[in-house]
């Protein structure tokens, strides 16, 4: 099998480091990997060190975004296919060269997702990433086997390798020539949307993501994010993010008819939900004008400039419709109660 770098970013955990390492080297004994240990506080080092010595470490002296760390991995890799895998993950035996199978079968392709799995109840599907990633036309990410917090249960209905829209971060395997010159992750998401902004602006360049389904890995979700403490913060983040993306990869035509709404649909959410979701909302359009102003209109021109295909070559990617209002009101809570481009 081709060499593969293998990148994982690990923050503390001596337990889940151990159990994901081991699964890789059991499924794939000459796995070239690279762990960065981020600020790491516990004894997650010397246990890599002394269990797993051919594993090839990076350190930080501060926490950094995973954004940034999976840029300067990228970077440390060598090999044509870099996967960036999150470390509280277990793998099948194959995961690896069924997504390496799928991804040289179309030249197109630059990244393919595996389906990912719960690791708690291994008949379900995770709510990160699922059965790969798809977005309604306001921006609003969702996934086959997942919409909002309902998760449907693997019965192989989803066993189908199609393209998608985005491929989780959990686990993603990628072209890295593709990955480094179109500049990698933005790291002023520090984290969450970076993978949805990768991939928007690898449709925009006239590239496929596609989906291996006999690929499986499990995913734990959420084991470096204290959500307790970090609510806001984690909030704050994912509603800044995904209105940057859509600012950033949406052609000016579709800004100026979506915007409006989008905003709107933000507002009704903090109405729905306020302890959680006003707060944030405040703040992020609050501070949305000083980043717009700071460096976003160069990121936005490099992404533009280089367009291959118009946001209409890749619509039938996109859920023509308010995926939020169809949940909500309309009950529409599988993947198969949607049509796409409709």
């Not at 829209?165 to 593709?178: E, K, S």
Request: net charge positive; hydrophobic share 40%; glycine share 4%.
């Amino acid at each position: 099998m081709e060499k593969v770098d293998i990148l994982i970013i690990h923050l503390n955990g001596e337990k889940i480091i151990d159990e994901c390492l081991s699964s890789i080297y059991s499924n794939n004994k000459d796995a070239s990997i690279h762990v960065l240990f981020n600020n790491t506080q516990d004894n997650s080092i010397n246990l890599v060190n002394s269990k797993f010595p051919k594993v090839k470490k990076h350190f930080t002296k501060k926490t950094i975004g995973f954004a940034e760390a999976s840029n300067i991995l990228a970077k440390k890799a060598s090999s044509r296919y870099i996967v960036f895998l999150n470390n509280d993950v277990i793998v099948e035996r194959n995961w690896l060269s069924e997504m390496l199978s799928t991804i040289k079968s179309n030249k197109k392709c630059i990244a393919v997702q595996p389906k990912i799995k719960s690791y708690f109840q291994r008949d379900c599907f995770e709510y990160a990433g699922a059965a790969g990633g798809f977005m309604d036309k306001y921006g609003y990410p969702f996934c086959r086997g997942r919409i909002f917090n309902s998760i449907e249960k693997d019965n192989k209905q989803y066993d189908d390798s199609v393209r998608i829209f985005w491929a989780c971060g959990v686990c993603i395997l990628a072209n890295r020539d593709f990955f480094i010159k179109s500049k990698g992750f933005d790291e002023s998401l520090f984290m969450y949307a970076e993978e949805l902004d990768f991939c928007w602006k690898a449709n925009i360049f006239g590239k496929e993501i596609l989906y291996s389904p006999k690929s499986v890995i499990y995913h734990i979700g959420s084991f470096s994010v204290n959500t307790e403490k970090v609510n806001f913060k984690k909030e704050y983040l994912i509603t800044r993010n995904h209105l940057l993306v859509f600012l950033k990869n949406y052609s000016i035509l579709n800004i100026i008819k979506l915007l409006p709404i989008r905003i709107i649909l933000e507002i009704i959410s903090a109405i729905r939900f306020p302890t959680k979701k006003a707060l944030p909302l405040a703040a992020c359009l609050f501070s949305l004008p000083v980043i717009l102003i700071k460096d976003f209109s160069k990121k936005r021109k490099f992404v533009q400039s280089n367009r291959k295909v118009s946001d209409e070559e890749y619509s039938n990617l996109i859920y023509n419709r308010s995926i939020a209002l169809d949940y909500f009101l309309k009950g529409k809570k599988r993947f198969s109660d949607l049509l796409l481009n409709n």
